[in-house]
């Protein structure tokens, strides 16, 4: 169960996280109490694994980059096994096992689709799986912001038909 202080703090560094010579002294400062209990806060929210991260989300495609969706079906009593080693390698993301026929989903991001081929070739070699990519037409979440409230989240997002 979450203090209602450290819900203030989740909701506060999901946005326009303050770009200062201190930011967790401001952060802090707005949220009525010391910095070094802000920090020991966030270190314990974390440690708790209800903050799985906490740093900048990059716009891959903004910086030159490609994004594809990728899934293989994985035998059964190895899909465990199988997705660790595809979610250790650094152009993945983020990997899911799914109740589905392909049952390990997983996001590439590489320079460029000749990139992502080879990636593809590379886990084919090491699992002896054959990837399937779907790469984004078009791209409408921005961002996802999860209010907190007493009774749990509430996730909202900002939709956006741009590409």
């Known amino acids: 169960m979450l203090e209602e202080i450290d819900r203030q703090i989740l909701e506060r560094i999901q946005d326009n996280f303050p770009l ?4 967790f002294e401001t952060l802090a400062a ?3 109490i010391p910095e070094q209990e802000l920090l020991c806060r966030l270190k ?4 708790k694994g209800v903050l799985r991260h906490f ?3 990059i716009d891959s495609r903004r910086i030159g980059f490609v994004t594809t969706l990728c899934a293989v079906a994985a035998p059964e009593e190895k899909k465990e ?3 660790q080693r595809i979610a250790a390698r650094p152009e993945v993301t983020h990997c899911y096992l799914r109740r589905h026929r392909f049952n390990i989903w997983f996001t590439l991001v590489a320079k460029d689709f000749e990139a992502v081929e080879r990636i593809l070739r590379e886990i084919e070699a090491e ?7 779907f ?3 078009k791209k409408f979440k921005l961002r996802a912001f999860f209010r907190l409230k007493k009774n749990g989240p509430v996730s909202g ?3 956006i038909d741009k590409p």
């Open 20 to 23: 200062t010579p201190r930011p």
């Open 30 to 32: 707005e949220l009525g």
């Open 44 to 47: 314990n929210l974390k440690e």
């Open 55 to 57: 740093g900048a989300s």
């Open 81 to 83: 096994q199988l997705a």
């Open 127 to 133: 699992t002896g799986l054959r990837p399937r990519h």
């Open 135 to 137: 790469p984004a037409e």
């Open 157 to 159: 997002g900002k939709n």
